[in-house]
């Protein structure tokens, strides 16, 4: 009998023992959020309703099943990720988890996570109607570890009024994503348009193109819009061209003017006030971002402001968008049938109606396809077009255990190249000295 | 020989063995080496527990390649698509792993055996030896399907347990230990040789292993390099020109004015250390963002609006240094006038009457009384400043670009903060190891140029 097998059994056994004795049982479910603000309470909140449900469910089969939810929200990454990996060590990990995909693999690998496919059925409701790319991004090696969220992509935006002022027609306002997705506007363009915008006097030094002012996986669509992959046959790939040519992009926006050299570590305040009041021309964000400006900054007409796209090609690559789906996952614990009822949670929780609360509110994308054949969801205009415009678009970072040691060495390549402190060529040739020093044969050089 | 043990020696002779003991105890007790080991003991203990048990783990860690997904407590054996790809690309086993990995579900009369071993209902088990015996199904879930479309649908739980049961395969299995794994391999492929055995057990195991390529990649990465001279010119700059420099200029000052000037002085001084650190910090940025206090003065002098900290390498180390060296000045400033205050008056009057100007009575009569706590506060706050992390952190997080990631940023960087969960204590620990070391030898160069022995002066009645 394989390990898997014997613990099943023993779970079974533990669950044929409740159900044959006293009916009762009390359970505390813990579920921690990670990167969760304010407008994300529904990524922990759906697992109470899903408590609800699942109470009634039992007592409709004549068992007193009583859950008692733990939340917990983290608005940062950082944080969370120590908490979660040292209270797992310390064999405290809460039940379910939140978190973003790519750390699937690294918690797969040290069993901090079980897979969800061994206690649920993955052809039944709602598991069945989650968009297939969207399962693909919660599995590993074939395995699925998690259920998807949220889904979410990461537009190029442009402030209208300052495009109409160096000479867009509100007709080009309306192709111009179709010419993005087209490839007929590319990042030389962005450039382009923001120098007018700063030479012209329409904005600040510095505000022609206000990227995001911290890490973040934004940064691969640029790598990818220069043409560059990131994993090819579960083997992550570093191309050495393209990340030049994406290192450059920044450093020329830096020399043109367009972008501060100090950009990086702006407060994110301050970022989001200046983005959703005009002080900047073009920027990229998240589709989350219609949430916080419209909400917490007071942009009252987005749509009449603010003109969306993917973003747009550079030279070598093709335009595209990021998917980042955070997903729930369970983690191991010693007692079974608690993972077993969390699991049952985590697939309640992904029903379409209830997911369609987190996704309006936080401005997240649906994950299944029956979301937009619910009104609250097909009536926002935000929620439609940017699932139209963007999600067919989107890739995924992979989920590879190395990947976090690339991306922090992508990043500090990054940053080193946009303040100044090496030339892309050096950056570049730095982070491949890294890469082969620190992964060996487990990345492609090229 | 002491006087206290000459006292215990004269005394009554002993009785019984056990007034003996206690009789003993009490001498050694009484004497003074032995008294002060008594009293140093709770220091030793928390040297050990807070000094060498730290220091002694950290440099087993960094012997391995412990990260969050080899996890801390040991590893498990698993079969995953990457652990085949390293017995192929590896060792050569492509056929093998072929073998082991490709899911098979297979509905034999052992399986179902087995399910009516495990209980499962006879009605389950016809239905299946009828409809499916001898189908092998290559996935789980096709096999999961056609469990679920039997007459007698199983609950999903029981279904689970009966596709365990037909698995003869070892695709994405997790084993506690190595022999479950060959136990299991052996199963499924009944011929393995010894090679192949241990290259299964290698290429599947999920734990960390020891290993000192952490000191290779620490020694060969360019990183290294940049921030070690970062750490120095940290350290040094700090130390130089505030922690001992300028802490010296303001005991000094506070010397030669009014006691409740100077008193007052010492406590606006103060201030830094005693504020919380992340206010301390704040504050420093509210000075120094592009919405900040410096940007709105200057805006009316026409220079453009910037974050100033972070504006270039070298405003980032000025502010770095000030926020570090503001807080580290009022200590030195605190020992050095407390040690100004111990010099006998007479001897500044002495120079005033022999027309000693006031830098002539720095010179020679403060600086060099001032030799021990210079040594101390130099010694304390070198490696104080080594392990510094709070401030720079919050600050300017090594940055712009990394000008300054400092060592103990970095290891921070490195262990306990990664964007994609993958945390490497290893390599930290590696990184901290050598900080340790570093630090060791320097207090041990800081005893020697002072030249401590001198500075100690034996107890004159124990002689």
């Known amino acids: 009998m394989t390990p898997r097998l014997s613990k099943t059994a023993a779970a079974a056994l533990v669950l044929a023992m409740g159900a044959g004795g006293a009916s009762a049982q009390n359970v505390t479910i813990s579920v921690w959020a990670g990167g969760s603000g304010p407008n994300d309470n529904y990524r922990v909140d759906a697992i109470e309703m899903a408590a609800d449900i699942l109470e009634r469910e039992a007592a409709i089969r004549g068992e007193t099943l009583e859950i008692t939810v733990d939340k917990k929200l983290d608005s940062t990454w950082d944080d969370f990720k120590q908490a979660v990996t040292l209270a797992a060590e310390a064999g405290n990990a809460p039940h379910i988890l939140v978190t973003g995909h790519e750390d699937i693999a690294p918690w797969a690998q040290s069993g901090l996570i079980v897979p969800v496919e061994d206690y649920l059925n993955l052809d039944a409701w709602p598991i069945n109607d989650i968009y297939d790319n969207l399962m693909e991004i919660a599995s590993y090696g074939g395995i699925q570890y998690g259920l998807p969220q949220d889904a979410e992509s990461r537009p190029f935006f442009f402030w209208k009024e300052h495009m109409r002022a160096i000479g867009y027609t509100d007709a080009d306002l309306d192709a111009l994503p179709g010419r993005v997705e087209a490839g007929e506007y590319t990042l030389d363009n962005v450039l382009e348009d923001a120098r007018k915008m700063v030479d012209q006097g329409v904005v600040e030094a510095g505000y022609g193109f206000y990227p995001r002012p911290s890490n973040g996986p934004d940064y691969w669509q640029f790598y990818t819009s220069f043409g560059g992959v990131m994993e090819e046959d579960g083997k992550l790939v570093f191309d050495r061209a393209a990340m030049q040519r994406f290192y450059q992009f920044f450093v020329d926006a830096v020399e043109a003017g367009v972008t501060r050299k100090n950009h990086i570590g702006t407060p994110w305040d301050q970022w ?103 009104d609250l969801y097909a009536n926002d205009r935000w929620a439609r077009e940017a699932t139209e415009r963007l999600l067919p678009f989107a890739n995924a970072m992979p989920n590879n255990t190395d990947f976090g040691t690339y991306w922090n060495a992508m990043w500090s390549g990054l940053e080193a190249a946009w303040t100044g402190q090496k030339t892309p060529e050096q950056a570049v040739a730095d982070v491949e000295a890294e890469l082969k020093n620190s992964l060996g044969e487990a990345i492609v050089i090229r | 020989m002491t006087a206290s043990r000459d006292i215990a020696r004269d005394g009554p002779a002993p009785v019984t063995a056990r007034a003996v003991s206690a009789r003993g105890l009490a001498s050694w007790l009484n004497s003074s080496k032995g008294l002060g080991l008594v009293l140093l003991a709770p220091a030793m203990v928390l040297v050990v527990l807070f000094f060498l048990v730290p220091v002694v783990v950290t440099g087993l860690i960094a012997f391995t390649n412990m990260s969050t997904a080899t996890g801390i407590t040991g590893g498990a054996y698993q079969v995953s698509p990457s652990a085949l790809r390293v017995l192929t690309d590896q060792h050569g086993m492509g056929a093998l792993a072929e073998r082991l990995g490709q899911p098979t579900y297979t509905v034999d009369e052992q399986g179902l055996a087995t399910l009516e071993e495990m209980g499962i209902e006879p009605g389950i088990v016809a239905g299946l030896r009828e409809r499916h015996l001898g189908e092998t199904y290559s996935s789980r879930r096709e096999f999961e399907r056609a469990i679920r479309a039997l007459p007698e649908r199983p609950a999903t739980r029981t279904v689970k347990r009966i596709s365990a049961a037909f698995s003869r395969s070892l695709a994405n299995e997790r084993f506690a230990s190595a022999g479950a794994l060959i136990a299991a391999a052996e199963a499924v492929e009944p011929d393995l040789d010894a090679a192949e055995k241990q290259a299964l057990v290698e290429a599947t195991y999920t734990g960390w292993t020891w290993t000192s390529e952490n000191f290779r990649r620490l020694a060969t990465s360019r990183d290294t390099e940049r921030v070690f001279f970062n750490t120095l010119f940290f350290v040094a700059t700090t130390l130089v020109l505030f922690n001992t420099g300028y802490a010296m ?68 180390w000025v502010f770095v240094i000030l926020i570090n060296g503001f807080v580290g000045a009022s200590m030195g400033m605190v020992i050095f006038a407390s040690a100004i205050k111990a010099i006998p008056q007479s001897l500044f009057h002495a120079a005033a009457v022999d027309g000693a100007y006031r830098w002539q009575q720095i010179r020679h009569i403060i600086l060099p009384h001032l030799k021990w706590p210079i040594l101390f506060v130099t010694c304390y706050q070198t490696l104080s400043l080594l392990t510094s992390i709070d401030q720079t952190l919050l600050s300017t997080d090594g940055g712009p670009g990394g000008a300054t990631e400092i060592w103990s940023l970095w290891i921070y960087h490195t262990a306990l903060n990664n964007y994609a969960g993958n945390l490497q204590y290893g390599y930290g620990a590696a990184m901290a190891l050598v900080l340790v070391v570093i630090g060791i030898t320097l207090s041990l160069l800081y005893l020697r140029l002072f030249n401590y022995n001198a500075l100690i002066i034996k107890p004159r009645i124990e002689h």
């Open chain 1, 272 to 374: 989001y006030a200046e983005v959703a009041s005009g002080k900047a021309g073009l920027w990229h964000g998240g589709t989350w971002h219609y949430a916080r400006y419209t909400n917490q900054e007071g942009l009252e007409d987005f749509f009449g402001s603010i003109a969306f796209s993917l973003i747009p090609a550079g030279e070598g690559g093709k335009p595209n968008t990021l998917t980042h789906p955070l997903v729930y996952v369970l983690t191991a614990q010693d007692n079974e049938d608690e993972v077993a009822i969390a699991a049952e949670l985590v697939k309640i929780a992904s029903e379409p109606r209830i997911n369609t609360l987190h996704a309006i509110k936080s401005a997240h994308l649906g994950i299944a396809h029956q979301q937009s054949n619910i």
């Open chain 2, 249 to 316: 200029v303001l005991a000094i000052a506070t010397h030669y004015i009014p006691e409740r000037a100077a008193g007052i002085f010492r406590i606006i001084w103060f201030l830094p250390r005693i504020s919380p650190v992340v206010i301390y910090v704040l504050l420093w940025k509210w000075l120094a963002w592009d919405t900040g206090f410096l940007s709105a003065l200057l805006s009316n002098f026409g220079v453009r609006p910037r974050n100033w900290m972070l504006d270039s390498a070298t405003n980032a």
